[in-house]
Nanobody
Framework: QVQLVESGGGLVQAGGSLRLSCAAS????????MGWFRQAPGNEREFVAA????????YYVDSVKGRFTISRDNDKNTVYLQMNSLKPEDTAVYYC???????????????WGQGTQVTVSS
């Protein structure tokens, strides 16, 4: 069982930055691929970024490439999402998830956090 708790969301102007954190419980954090997903009002939850077990491989949706960076600290059981050059269309609830597979499909993620709201004003 893994419990995930996101933090770091908030209100920011377009062009600004935010850093999301997702803290995981338990001693098996490094056994999981970690991903970030987001859900805007009226939309389905979509993949944003994922990072492999050791952090050596990362994947991003095209719309955030060059602006967002996913990273992890296995000693702190935490995954991060650094978001720069934010746009109003980045507004959503951001969720972190844990999977045993290196995948981008949310159905393959076993554990989820409660989400943190990110609002980007124009």
């Amino acid at each position: 069982q893994v419990q995930l708790v996101e933090s770091g969301g908030g209100l920011v102007q377009a062009g600004g930055s935010l850093r999301l954190s997702c803290a995981a419980s338990g001693r098996t954090f490094r056994s999981y691929v970690m991903g970030w997903f987001r859900q805007a009002p009226g939309n389905e939850r979509e993949f944003v970024a994922a990072i492999s077990w050791s952090g050596g491989r990362t994947y991003y949706v095209d719309s955030v490439k060059g602006r967002f960076t996913i990273s992890r600290d296995n000693d702190k059981n935490t995954v991060y999402l650094q978001m720069n050059s934010l746009k109003p269309e980045d507004t959503a609830v951001y969720y972190c998830g844990a999977s045993t597979l290196l995948v981008v499909h949310e159905n393959e993620y076993d554990y989820w956090g409660q989400g943190t709201q990110v609002t980007v004003s124009s």
